[in-house]
């Protein structure tokens, strides 16, 4: 069978080009000559809009403070001193714009007016840079808001440096009775032996510990090997109970035995005990097994973590040892160059 297939045709034809659809310098001035009104007109409305806008809208000044964020002595860990910064700027930073700021603006005026202020940390810097835009009326109150936020920026730091100051000192002072104790022998030989017999307390109680750790551990492997023994007398009094009925079924069956109602009864009554002790055994099983199991285990985990922190006491006690007779060897060899 043959199809006839259609030619091919230009479904989107390019339209003709011709010179008569230019448009030309002179029609655009002629068209412009026509409606200069209208572009004067327009024009001079914008100029107006602009002009009474400017004359409408106050203008307002930039009013800015900058905190430069001091440096505080601190003692390092070999004794010497160092100046570190009393704040990281991002802290700072996040400290002023979302707590000083909010609380001064409600604080100040009422709260009516709240002034907007942006607070930057230069690029590796340490400055604080508050920044705001105010009209001449409003002067006043923007520089009182920034003028507030510094002093509460300055109280803070200071109440850091004097604690650092305090704590500096507090070291120099330890430092200055720890030497004094050191040339002391009475004393020294008197800090040794406590030393000494902390140490050896520790060891006791770490081996008292480890024994009780072991007796823990022993209940535990004893709970689970009673566990195991009640499971096997439940088993054994479920058999019990499912001879016991068979027996009770066979006595029903046996007739009109003159014996059948005291088998009957001696059965029921062996029911009764064995239903007993199963419901005890049960309830070990269920309940006082497993939560003896599960206070034991605590009791192991608590003793692990007391074991562990006995093991860090001990470990620091050492070291505070041979710190003292590190110190006593420093001090004599300091007498002897004297």
């Known amino acids: 069978m043959t199809v006839d297939v259609p030619s091919p045709r230009n479904l989107n034809p390019i339209e003709p080009y011709h010179d008569e659809q230019e448009i030309s310098l002179a029609d655009i001035v002629a068209v412009l000559a026509r409606r200069k009104w209208l572009f004067l007109g327009v024009w001079a409305a914008v100029v107006a809009a602009a002009v009474v806008y400017l004359a409408v ?24 001193l160092k100046l570190t910064l009393i704040e990281d700027p991002a802290t700072a930073t996040a400290r002023v714009k979302d707590g000083y700021i909010p609380v001064v603006n409600a604080v100040s005026d009422g709260g009516h007016q709240r ?9 590796n810097t ?9 009209p001449d009326d409003k002067a006043a109150r923007a520089e009182n808001v920034l ?13 850091i440096s004097g604690y650092a100051a305090s704590r500096l000192r507090a070291r120099l ?17 008197t800090r040794l032996r406590q030393h ?18 072991r007796l823990v551990r022993k209940r535990i492997e004893d709970t689970s090997a009673r566990l195991g023994l009640v499971r096997e007398e439940l088993a054994r009094l479920d058999r019990q109970l499912a001879d016991l009925e068979a027996s009770r079924k066979q006595v029903l069956n046996a007739g009109s035995d003159p014996t059948r109602a005291m088998s009957i009864l001696l059965i029921a009554t062996q029911v009764d005990r064995v239903e007993d002790r ?34 860090e006491s001990l470990k ?15 001090s004599i060899e300091k007498q002897k160059a004297a």
């Open 196 to 213: 000494r017999h902390a140490i050896e307390d520790l060891k006791r109680q770490r081996q008292a510990m480890a024994d009780r750790r």
């Open 147 to 159: 003028r507030e936020i510094g002093d509460r920026l300055i109280s803070d730091h200071r109440n």
């Open 57 to 80: 809208t106050p203008i307002s000044y930039r009013y800015f403070g900058v905190i430069a964020l001091g440096r505080v002595p601190e003692q390092a860990t070999d004794g010497s």
């Open 126 to 134: 340490t400055l604080l840079v508050m920044e705001t835009y105010a």
């Open 115 to 123: 002034v907007n202020i942006t607070v930057k940390n230069p690029r």
């Open 278 to 311: 199963r419901a005890k055994l049960e309830h070990e099983v269920q309940l006082a097994i497993p939560r003896q199991k599960r206070q034991l285990q605590q009791e192991l985990r608590d003793l692990d973590r007391k074991a562990a922190s006995l093991a």
């Open 173 to 189: 002072d330890a430092a200055r009775t720890r030497l004094a104790e050191l040339q002391d022998d009475r004393l020294f030989e």
């Open 316 to 330: 620091t006690a050492e070291a505070k040892l041979q710190a003292l007779l590190a110190g006593r060897e420093r």
